[in-house]
Each structure stands twice: as structure tokens, then as C-alpha cells.
């Protein structure tokens, strides 16, 4: 019975996520609420299965992104020496395609500088039209002539995929290292990264066909 309470619970909170007619933290604080209620586990249970060092790991990238913005980082990427680079670079990869390249591949290349960046911060970046990086998009977009909508879906993919390469490089993976390590099941940074960057490398070629495919 409990195994069933546990999956439909599961189900209810994954429908909320997929029809987006509820904030996310609602649904998730549902769950919880559904998952007490039942008895299914008890509090003391329920706090010693949040993993608190990933978490607090999380909310301090989200500090360090509020940080760079209110530092004015984000303008930089529109003017200045970043503006001069990413132009340099747009002239060389133009040049070596003998072409101008989609603006899909363009916008790859900026994945490296933009990944910089926390992957939850970017990630909400591209939902907010005020957020820093709403604007650094935009900013990129008005300085080097690249369509805004390719920037997005390359930064997408760019923070989705290109972020698995490296442990730290997405929060997805520091919690699932974090609850293996947990489990008694430690994985060190050259391990994953010898597995990992390979399939990370191969999945952002992909993503670039797709991209050239749909914006080329």
C-alpha cells in the first residue's frame, strides 16, 4: 500500500510540474504534505533525507549570480573588452567557415562564457525579461546581430547539456552525487569527468546540428 501511496504521490506532483497551472514549490510542498500526512515517513526522517551541504551549495551559487549582477558583470558582455572578444571571435570562426555561420552555431560558441555562470541562475534567466541574463542575451543579441531566440535555445542547451561535463557544472549533479556519496557510493571528480566529458562533448555536437538544422 505504501509503495502505491508513494507512486501516486509521485504522479500527482510530476502532473502539477507538466501542466504549470501551479508554481513548482507548491506542487513540491504538496508532496511533502501528502507524503507526512500518510505517515509514509516522519519528520525526523524526512530532514535527515535532505542532502543539506548540496543544498546550501545551490543557494550559494544563486547568492553568487545576484552578486555578479548587481556588479554590473552582465553589461559587460555588451560592451567593453568581452564585447571586443566576442566580436574577435565571431570574425575568426566567420572567417575559418569562409561564412557567416548560423546564428545558432555563433551562439554555441558563447556557451563556455555563459556556462560560467550557476546553471540554476541561468536557467531562470531565460523566463524573466528583467533578469540579468535576459539582458545579457538581448545585449548580445543587439551588439553582434544574432537572433535572440537562437541565444536562448543555445544557452538551453548549452547550461542543460554542456554542464554535465564536470561535477559542479549543473545542481542536478551535485545533489546526485551528493545522495550516491550518501549511499555510500563516492565518485571522484576523475572518474565522472572520464566518463562524463566524452558524452557531454558528443551531446553539445548534436545540439549544435539541431541547432544549425532549426536557425541555419
Known amino acids: 500500500m505504501e509503495k502505491i501511496l508513494s507512486i501516486a504521490i509521485l504522479a500527482v506532483v510530476y502532473g502539477l510540474f507538466m501542466s504549470g497551472r501551479v508554481p513548482r514549490t507548491t ?14 515517513i516522519t519528520v525526523e526522517e524526512a530532514v535527515d ?57 555563433h551562439g554555441q560558441h558563447h556557451r563556455p562564457h555563459l556556462h560560467g555562470l550557476p546553471h540554476p541562475g541561468s536557467r531562470s534567466g531565460t523566463r524573466s525579461p528583467s533578469h540579468p541574463v535576459a539582458q545579457v542575451l538581448r545585449g548580445i543579441s543587439a551588439v553582434q546581430g544574432i537572433p535572440v531566440t537562437s541565444l536562448a535555445w543555445t544557452l538551453a542547451l548549452g ?11 549543473g545542481s542536478a549533479n551535485v545533489v546526485g552525487l551528493a545522495v550516491a556519496e550518501k549511499g555510500g557510493v ?18 553539445v555536437a548534436v545540439a549544435n546540428v539541431l541547432i544549425i538544422l532549426r536557425y541555419g
Open 27 to 40: 506542487a513540491v510542498m504538496l508532496g511533502i504534505v501528502l507524503v507526512l500526512g500518510f505517515g509514509l
Open 49 to 105: 533525507a535532505v542532502n543539506w551541504e548540496a543544498l546550501g551549495l545551490i543557494f550559494g551559487m544563486l547568492i553568487l549570480v545576484a552578486a555578479l549582477s548587481a556588479s554590473g558583470f552582465s553589461g559587460d558582455w555588451t560592451s567593453g573588452p568581452a564585447s571586443r572578444t566576442v566580436t574577435a571571435l565571431r570574425e575568426y570562426f566567420s572567417s575559418f567557415a569562409a561564412s557567416r555561420p548560423p546564428g545558432g552555431v
Open 159 to 169: 547550461a542543460d547539456t554542456g554542464g554535465n561535463g564536470a561535477p559542479w557544472g
Open 186 to 203: 563516492r565518485v571522484s571528480r576523475r572518474e565522472y569527468m572520464r566518463i562524463a566529458l566524452p558524452m557531454t562533448i558528443l551531446a
